[in-house]
């Protein structure tokens, strides 16, 4: 294999483990929110505040998610159109 093919399979390699740990990130972020959320709401009575720290979860759901979804699209186009076509076919034919 030669030295450029290398580098891009460490390059995706590298990408799909970013992509991993954000997602990761993402989940640690939203349960750390929802337990400061809890804390805020009953340990201190602060009910406004819990309400509004407990926004945050879907917020920082939703980027991840969003962010995970136009990963996917890069790499869907970096097939290009016949392989998605083939692949979709192969996938309707095992039906």
Known sequence: M???GQQKMGDQATME???ESTTDLAIIASAASV????????ARGNKMQGLF???WPPTILAFASYFNQK????????FGPSRIMNSIEQMLGNR
């Not at 337990?35 to 009953?42: G, H, I, V």
Request: without cysteine.
């Open 35 to 42: 337990a400061l959320s809890w804390y805020q709401f009953f």
């Open 2 to 4: 030669s030295t450029k």
């Open 53 to 55: 720290i407990g926004l």
């Open 71 to 78: 990963r996917m699209q890069q790499k869907l186009e970096s």
């Open 17 to 19: 483990a970013a992509g």
